[in-house]
């Protein structure tokens, strides 16, 4: 079982930065797969950046050269920094886990809040 922490959200100007964390309770090493996705209400959450165990991060085309994804296996967080923000990236961002044996539609974190005002 993994449970996972997101913080960093918050509210910034367009053009601003933000770095989200998602701090995991247990090793990341050994996870098959992590990513972060996010919601806005009324509409499907969306995947924003994953990484599978070995590979490099894959990106949604929309936030690309502006977000990036990255792992510190030391401290057993991932993180998303999100450059040149712009309104419509404002949701809620979810970091998710997806582990072999453990369950199909992974583990979830509880979200957090970005709010990019223009």
């Known amino acids: 079982q993994v449970q996972l922490v997101e913080s960093g959200g918050g509210l910034v100007q367009a053009g601003g930065s933000l770095r989200l964390s998602c701090a995991a309770s247990?090793?990341?090493?050994?996870?098959?797969?992590m990513g972060w996705y996010r919601q806005t209400p009324g509409k499907q959450r969306e995947m924003v950046a994953n990484?599978?165990?070995?590979?490099?991060?894959n990106y949604r085309e929309s936030v690309k050269g502006r977000f990036t994804l990255s792992k510190d296996n030391t401290k057993n967080t991932v993180y998303l920094q999100m450059n040149s923000l712009k309104p419509e990236d404002t949701a809620v961002y979810y970091c998710?886990?997806?582990?072999?044996?453990?369950?199909?539609?992974?583990?979830w974190g509880q979200g957090t809040q970005v709010t990019v005002s223009s």
């Open positions: 247990r090793s990341i090493v050994g996870i098959d797969a």
């Open positions: 998710a886990a997806f582990v072999g044996g453990g369950p199909r539609d992974g583990y």
């Open positions: 990484i599978f165990r070995g590979s490099i991060p």
